[in-house]
């Protein structure tokens, strides 16, 4: 009888994955409902029992999706014919609550594990490399869309500030209150970019400015808009819906 091959024979990150998996389904082909409340001492109406199985779950998605992450594919770029026209608005309120920014007087905070901890004019944001990528933004909610955004790689930026790029996590502040986190990994891939500009000009209100984080490798709730501080750091930062219950890594 030949012997079943499998991919995770040839990719250590892989053999892990499929180890976690196997005693996984082992644990889940003995463990019923009732298996499950004597594990956990109370029933399945326990909400904070709930609560903490789902945010392990979660846990573990985000472990699996970070070892098969690879920080050098990149994803499907489109001809300027493709892009969504209007590009649709997003957010957790309505495009006329969006915060309103004096780009003349803002300023990038920036913090945490990194060597120049000055503020960024958008003018000395503008004087760093700049590139420019048309992507498929991908909602939760079910749709996409096809944009074009320029700006600075994140990874040019990290370098330039000395960041610590041994560190876990970069995180962002927002001028509406939002928030949210990313790998170093994924920091560092090619196409995450702090954009700075949508199609041939400064991105407008509604699309983030003065500046969005533009990361095609992930879901669209993890590209922030309106950022106005970035810091890094080893302690996990979170996100407005990842401390709602949405999966953290959330990308490819």
């Known amino acids: 009888m030949s012997k079943k091959i499998s991919l995770a024979d040839h990719h250590p990150a892989l053999q892990k994955v499929e180890r976690q998996l196997h005693r996984r389904g082992l644990l889940r082909g003995g463990l019923s409902l009732g298996g499950l409340t004597m594990l956990t001492g109370c029933n399945l109406s326990d909400g904070d029992t709930v609560d903490k199985v ?46 309103e920014v004096d780009g003349d007087t803002w300023k990038l ?77 994924t920091a560092l891939h090619p196409q995450t970019i702090l954009a700075l500009d949508y ?19 992930k879901l669209g709730f993890k590209n922030p808009k309106h950022i106005a501080a970035l810091f890094v750091t080893n302690d996990y930062p979170g996100g407005w819906w990842e401390d709602q219950g949405y999966n953290w890594f959330s990308g490819s």
């Open 54 to 99: 789902l945010w392990a779950m979660s846990r573990f998605n985000d472990r699996v999706q970070a070892l098969l992450f690879d920080p050098n594919k990149l994803v499907p770029t489109y001809d300027v014919s493709q892009i969504t026209k209007p590009f649709p608005f997003n957010a957790y309120y309505p495009v006329d609550s969006a915060p």
């Open 109 to 185: 905070e920036v913090s945490g594990l990194v060597q120049d901890k000055s503020s960024w004019p958008l003018s000395r944001l503008r004087s760093l490399p700049q590139e420019s990528q048309i992507t498929r933004h991908i909602c939760i909610e079910g749709w996409s869309a096809i944009g074009h955004w320029s700006g600075v790689p994140l990874r040019t930026f990290l370098q330039r500030v000395g960041a610590d790029t041994r560190a876990r996590y970069v995180g962002f502040k927002c001028a509406d209150r939002y928030y949210s986190s990313i790998d170093m990994a």
């Open 199 to 217: 199609g041939k000009e400064p991105l407008p209100l509604e699309y983030g400015f003065p500046l969005k984080l533009r990361v095609p490798t």
